[in-house]
């Protein structure tokens, strides 16, 4: 593209992350709320949202070294979640894939926090992706929203994509941390919005 027909990305884009059968109630590694916000998104992707694109992120772990632990401190370790192949790794039901325009997967070798180290099938990485995708702005939701969506929406504030966090539509590992992250946002410049 030529200098003159450059124009500022105009398309807004929905990220809903982490929202997998691991991260619910039953799954390894439940977070309370967590099937409330898969059938809560799910019925915002049924109605006129607005958004030109929808993607999703998805924890998907291979051998993530020290990111597992037989005794975790749910902090920076946990117990086995989200394996690749398995069950606990899908998008928790009534979401599926059909419902996204792209799936990110991070995680494999190393803890991975933030959906833009996440890939999609042809190995673009979500920054590349919504970039080509001409996309300016992005809200963000999905599980935990005291680590996943905390990195992701901190990320997508420092590529420059005007993040706002849906945060009705997200649940917490440790809701007593949730305004730890609020701070963390609001310094960063990510927006905040119920729902
Ligand atoms: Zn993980």
Redesign the pocket.
Known sequence: MSAGTAHPPTRRALVVVDVQNDFCEGGS?AVAGGLSVAARVKELLGTDHGYDLVVATR?H?ID?GT?FSKHPDFVDS?PR??VAGTEGAELTAPLEAGDFDAVFDK?EYA???SGFEGRDADGTGLGDWLRAHDVGRVDLCGIATDHCVRATALDAAEEGLSPTVLVGLTAAVAPDRVGATLDAWRTAGVAVREG
Do not use: M, S
């Open positions: 590694l924890d772990h993530p990111h946990w979640h989200c995680g803890a991975a926090y």
